[in-house]
């Protein structure tokens, strides 16, 4: 089992940045494909984006690109979201994730999840 600690979410004005970081408790996930989904109120949740476990392939939501970062520490096991030029669409839970295969994560199916993360955006 795979515990996941996020942090960094918050309130921030339109077109300021925030950066989430998240660890997992496990020497192990260094293997694993790692990102971030989040859901916004009234909506299904979301691939925000992922990155593969050398760190060498990444996947983008096509509203975050150009604008959020991904990438991950030399351990491996923490990652780091950085997202700028944030607007109110952006506003929702993001919960960091992880699992065994860059595929089925993309595809919405992680093997563990963390607790969420709350990121507002106000106009």
């Known amino acids: 089992q795979v515990q996941l600690v996020e942090s960094g979410g918050g309130l921030v004005q339109a077109g300021g940045s925030l950066r989430l970081s998240c660890t997992a408790s496990?020497?192990?996930?260094?293997?694993?494909?790692m990102g971030w989904f989040r859901q916004a109120p009234e909506k299904e949740r979301e691939v925000v984006t992922a990155?593969?476990?050398?760190?060498?392939?990444?996947y983008y939501e096509d509203s975050v690109k150009g604008r959020f970062t991904i990438t991950r520490d030399n351990a491996k096991t923490t990652v780091f979201l950085q997202m700028n030029s944030l607007s109110p669409e952006d506003t929702a839970i993001y919960y960091c994730?992880?699992?065994?295969?860059?595929?089925?994560?993309?595809?919405?199916?992680?093997?563990?999840w963390g607790q969420g993360t709350q990121v507002t955006v106000s106009s």
């Open positions: 496990q020497a192990t996930a260094h293997t694993y494909a």
């Open positions: 994730a992880c699992g065994a295969t860059f595929g089925s994560f993309i595809r919405g199916k992680p093997d563990y």
């Open positions: 990155i593969d476990w050398s760190g060498e392939t990444t």
